[in-house]
């Protein structure tokens, strides 16, 4: 029947999402309290994911997320790559500057796509596989703006991850289980940002309607 779920998988997923919120982790006990489900369920549901190793326990015995989820993260961004790449590639040849998709990695923000414009002197090189915290730049600021809840379309930065670079980015918003954004960077002083920051809020948007 439509609708039908299965409540093992449900419970599974929740575990999961719980402990992957627990930076220091939970004893069996803590997480069937706080999934409020009986402690033999719960430590069913965690042997089973452990033989997967999506959960495994510190040297305190204190359930943590496992590196089988790492794996399943890596296996996604190929796709997020193939989806974001015509976004990206639009929005670099729109405003001449380097585009790029970031998502949320713990503390940290991750370049995943990188698309440069083709009819530019110059512009800025950037990586995929760049990281610097999402407190910094504008990539990860926009994606805080979504975890905050903060309506605010885009964010525009300047100089704070390299000397001179300036930074755009909105979030990807309403994607489950995706913190993520779209931004620019470039060293051009004279460019607008009053222009630019729509046409990067609507590539985030155009983004999060393909990946929906």
């Known amino acids: 029947m439509a609708g039908e779920t299965s409540q093992t998988l449900d419970r599974g997923l929740r575990v999961l999402d719980v ?3 627990t930076p220091d982790g939970l004893t069996v006990t803590e997480l069937a309290t706080l999934l409020e489900v009986n402690r033999t369920i719960v430590h069913r549901l965690v042997s089973t994911l452990e033989t997967h190793a999506l959960v495994r326990r510190d040297d305190r015995g204190r359930l943590r997320i496992g590196l089988g989820v790492l794996q399943l993260a890596t296996a996604v961004q190929p796709v997020l790559r193939d ?3 015509p976004v990206l590639r639009r929005l670099a040849e729109e405003v001449g500057a380097t585009a790029h998709l970031t998502v949320a990695d713990g503390d940290e923000a991750l370049a995943v796509a990188v ?5 530019t002197d110059f512009h800025v090189g ?5 990281r610097h915290l999402l407190s910094q730049g504008a990539a990860g600021k926009a994606i805080l703006l979504a975890r905050d809840g ?3 379309p885009y964010v525009a930065t300047t100089g704070e991850l390299q000397a ?16 993520a954004s779209v931004g620019i960077v470039t060293v051009d002083p004279e460019i607008d940002t009053a222009a630019v920051g729509p046409a990067v809020a609507r590539a985030a948007a155009e983004l999060a309607e393909r990946l929906a």
């Open 150 to 152: 903060d309506p605010t």
């Open 83 to 85: 989806v974001a790449t």
């Open 126 to 130: 950037y990586r995929v596989g760049a």
């Open 164 to 179: 001179g670079a300036r930074g755009l980015a909105a979030p990807v918003r309403g994607v489950p289980a995706l913190e």
């Open 19 to 21: 402990l992957a919120a």
């Open 115 to 119: 698309v440069e414009p083709s009819w």
